[in-house]
């Protein structure tokens, strides 16, 4: 019998007729996510497994997360490619989604010598990392090329041109110049700006639509582009209108926004729920009483609230140790599982990313078994995390790297994940104290700043050092060496916490996030000490960040999320207003 998505008998689980609908999934990580948005607009989905269910399908819907190579060596591998080269000539409908959207080109500068279908006759090729950091991670716009002809169903932008959608890629079909055609031969529906680059951020032709950003994590915008394309009955060709909507495509603007993202510190309570916590100095018991665990909420049920109101991302951070746990039994992978049917913008979870043991007896393994930190963070991508959070491990990873004079061993976890899931995939989660030294001198081997600060005895400068096991033990290591390395390792995003900010919601650290923002290449986010939403206009007009991450303020509704995008957009900065208002109505 054919596969179903997510192993019951269809994707919503209640044995019903899919209705020809299926899900191309070739091991690309997190695809839970987009089963459940299929399910939460009414519908079903069933998974291919082998070439007659590509043959057998009425519509198809192909996500792809990764790297292009890995993609296309696991179509071949599956025996895929022929079956679905005859599925798009037939004319039933396709949706492909990110790398999916990629493959349809002739190949990638990131695997080169991988074919790709060869369907659009262009290459993908890579950010420049010089102007801009790199993965593009956030909410961009996608500017149509040209309007659909009188009488088609319009699939994206049902909001307007202030629509926005979720990326996350490095590699793209990019617009390098006048030798370049900007249309792909017909085939460009919408072009976005990012930075000084446009690329074709969606193609439509016949009975194929492809995005490179993810509809299933772009909020009420994304469920309104999935309904469109499951709803339609329509397979006649595509056809564009008659005039471009863009005289050029350098018309274009950048409209990537800063992100807003809620952070929800999990931990088991003295009674063994888990609850979110927030602490003061990463200490979270409660200061009178029987000292009992702060207790702010469930997960799940906070998760959705800050989709509903509007967070561009959710991170949940582990920061209760599960030991000796069966892999399948870890508590945090239930509760991705419970949010991604409800959320649908990204999910990172941080915390536990690391090899552990699992006791489970198996013929192969009586004894147990060490599992594999790629393993782990498997399992929590197809749980609906979009992204891992690496804390302990990485410093441990990039103590090693700087040993071995800056060489990388290619066995690490960043490496192993980012080569399988891709850049984007891996966070570093940097927890740094102050030490206050008196000059460069009494710190060597480390990078020092000055500081407006002065420490205790009067000291003019500063180095950050970095912490693990939550803050408790520091390390011979400060913030510029372990971010660094950890690019150089192959992670696609940092997440800056301050032990010092923690709690005191008297605004982010700004001389280390502007400091950090500098050394590397990839994006930041900035988190610890926001306390108002000009704390948010501050450290972005102060730092260059990408994103800025908040728990207690939002957790106590001291500062609503609306709050601090009103106050963004005041200030001038690009933010996300998604229509959340309509989610009601979509989902009525």
Known sequence: MPGTAEGSTTADGNGGDSGGLWLLDYGAGNVRSLVNAVRRLGYSIRRIETPADILAAKKIIFPGVGAFGAAMEQLDAKRFREPLMAYIESGRPLLAICVGLQCLFQGSTESPGVPGLGLIPSMISKFDASTKAVPQIGWNGAALVRPDAPGSQPVINHNGESTRYYFVHSFGALINGPE?????????????RYGDEVFVSSVRRGNLFATQFHPEKSGVAGLMLLRSFLQSTDTTPYILGPNSTIEDYREVQDRLSRRVIACL????NDSGDLVVTKGD???????????????????????????????????????????????????????????????????????????????????????????????????YFRSGADKVSIGSDAVYSAEAYHARGGAAAGDTAIEQ????????????????????????????????????????????????QCTVKGGREGRDLDVRQLVT?????????????????DGTNSGFDLELLADLRR?????????????????????????????????????RREVPISAVKARLAADGFSVREDATGDLAVLLG
Request: include cysteine.
């Open 281 to 379: 100095q990463y200490d979270v018991r409660e200061k009178t009483g029987a000292g009992e665990v702060r207790n702010l909420g469930k997960p799940v049920d906070l998760a959705r609230r800050y989709f509903e109101e509007g967070a561009d991302e959710v991170t949940f951070l582990n920061i209760t140790s599960f030991r000796d746990l069966p892999l399948r039994d870890l508590p945090m992978l239930e509760v991705l599982r419970r949010a991604s049917e409800t959320v649908f913008v990204p999910l990172t979870i941080g915390g536990g990313i690391r090899d552990v043991f699992d006791p489970t007896a198996t013929p192969e393994h009586p004894a147990g078994r060490t599992v594999p930190a790629l393993e782990v963070a498997g399992a």
């Open 485 to 501: 390395a950890c690019e150089a390792l192959g992670a696609g995003e940092i997440l800056c916490n301050c032990m010092d900010k």
């Open 265 to 268: 510190d999990v931990r088991s």
């Open 180 to 192: 370049s055609d900007p249309t792909l031969g017909g085939w460009a529906y919408s072009w976005t």
């Open 519 to 555: 050394a590397v290449r990839i994006p930041v986010i900035a988190s610890s000490g926001a306390g108002s939403a000009a704390h948010f206009s501050e450290v972005f007009a102060a730092t260059g960040v990408e994103a800025a991450l908040a728990a207690g303020i939002f957790h």
């Open 417 to 464: 994940i980012a080569r399988v899931y891709g850049a984007q995939a891996v966070v570093i989660s940097v927890d740094p104290r102050r030490v206050y030294v008196t000059g460069p001198e009494a710190a060597p081997g480390h990078h020092v700043i000055p500081t407006r600060f002065p420490g205790p005895n009067g000291e003019r400068f500063v180095w950050y």
